[in-house]
Nanobody, 115 residues
Framework: QVQLVASGGGLVQPGGSLRLSCAAS????????MGWYRQAPGKQRELVAS???????NYADSVKGRFTISRGNAPKLVYLQMNSLKPEDTAVYYC?????????WGQGTQVTVSS
């Protein structure tokens, strides 16, 4: 089992910034990928950004150049720095852990971009 605790959501004006954090604990071994997904009302959950245990990153086209995923100094800590936020970034953001044959989700954190 892997436990994920996400934090950092909130309300921000367009053009503003937020940083999301996700702390993973439990049975973490081998190669894995941690990432952030989001789900807006009436839409499917979509990948925002991910980072592998080796450090490779992947971003949705809609956030490239604005969002940065990184790992913290503490083991299994992942950040999502979100800059130049737009109203269309409004969604519930979910942290995800994927290893061979398994996937875990954290609780969602609401991000609202509105003036």
């Amino acid at each position: 089992q892997v436990q994920l605790v996400a934090s950092g959501g909130g309300l921000v004006q367009p053009g503003g910034s937020l940083r999301l954090s996700c702390a993973a604990s439990g049975s973490i071994f081998g190669t894995y990928t941690m990432g952030w997904y989001r789900q807006a009302p009436g839409k499917q959950r979509e990948l925002v950004a991910s980072i592998t245990s080796g450090g490779s990153t992947n971003y949705a086209d809609s956030v490239k150049g604005r969002f940065t995923i990184s790992r913290g100094n503490a083991p299994k800590l992942v950040y999502l720095q979100m800059n130049s936020l737009k109203p269309e970034d409004t969604a519930v953001y979910y942290c995800n852990f994927q290893g061979p044959g398994r996937s875990y989700w954290g609780q969602g954190t609401q991000v609202t971009v509105s003036s």
